[in-house]
Antibody, heavy 122, light 107 residues
């Protein structure tokens, strides 16, 4: 059974830093692209970043470029999101998402974790 | 960046109704679009990928169509468990982008 379990969400002050993690199991983690998607309280979904199977390619939404860094440790079946210079508007539930990449082209977000809440507030 | 515009933002419908949700991209995205369902307090669930491919295990009353800039999610006969918020997602180019969501409520 595929499982994605996020952790690390806490209350942090504006300008602070935080790393959230995702522990993956039930599939060959090193063979899948992975994503972070966030959802601010009462708002819609926002794609944040993704990373290729071997970590050689990473992509970000403009609002987090230069502040957030996605990484993975395939030996530990883990995905990470390092967040720096946090802003109030980064407050959200952060979901870890597997991307099946159908036909080598289409992104298929087929498994989602339950999310971890990051609150940025003074 | 590609912008995704969903309509309507919300709708009220009855069990058994046919429901259509549309998503428009600000530029041609071929068929690189997925549809996701989110119930309150839960993680989203994949319904449709590549514009018209039904994800395994998803009921056949859900269908997707479209290509280029205009896409549609159709629920042929609304069931009680379908009351939720629906999002489209373009995966044609970075940054990927979701539509703002369509909340389907009980009439």
């Amino acid at each position: 059974e595929v499982q994605l379990v996020e952790s690390g969400g806490v209350l942090v002050q504006p300008g602070g830093s935080l790393r959230v993690s995702c522990a993956a199991s039930g599939f060959t983690f090193s063979s899948q692209w992975m994503n972070w998607v966030r959802q601010a309280p009462g708002k819609g979904l926002e794609w944040v970043a993704n990373i290729k199977e071997d970590g050689s390619e990473k992509n970000y939404v403009d609002s987090v470029k230069g502040r957030f860094a996605i990484s993975r440790d395939n030996a530990k079946n883990s995905l990470y999101l390092e967040m720096n210079s946090l802003r109030v508007e980064d407050t959200a539930v952060y979901f870890c998402v597997r991307d099946l990449v159908f036909g080598g082209r289409y992104s298929v977000f087929d498994y989602w974790g339950q999310g971890t809440l990051v609150t940025v507030s003074s | 960046a590609i912008q995704m515009t969903q309509s309507p933002s919300s709708l009220s419908a009855s069990v058994g109704d046919r429901v259509t949700i549309t998503c428009r991209a600000s530029q041609d995205i071929r068929s690189d679009l997925g549809w996701y369902q989110q119930e309150p307090g839960k993680a989203p669930k994949l319904l449709i990928y590549a514009a018209s491919n039904l994800q395994s295990g998803v009921p056949s009353r859900f269908s997707g169509s479209g290509s280029g800039t205009d896409f549609t999610l159709t629920i042929s006969s609304l069931q009680p468990e379908d009351f939720a918020t629906y999002y489209c997602l373009q995966d044609y180019s970075y940054p990927f982008a979701f539509g703002q969501g369509t909340k389907v409520e009980i009439k």
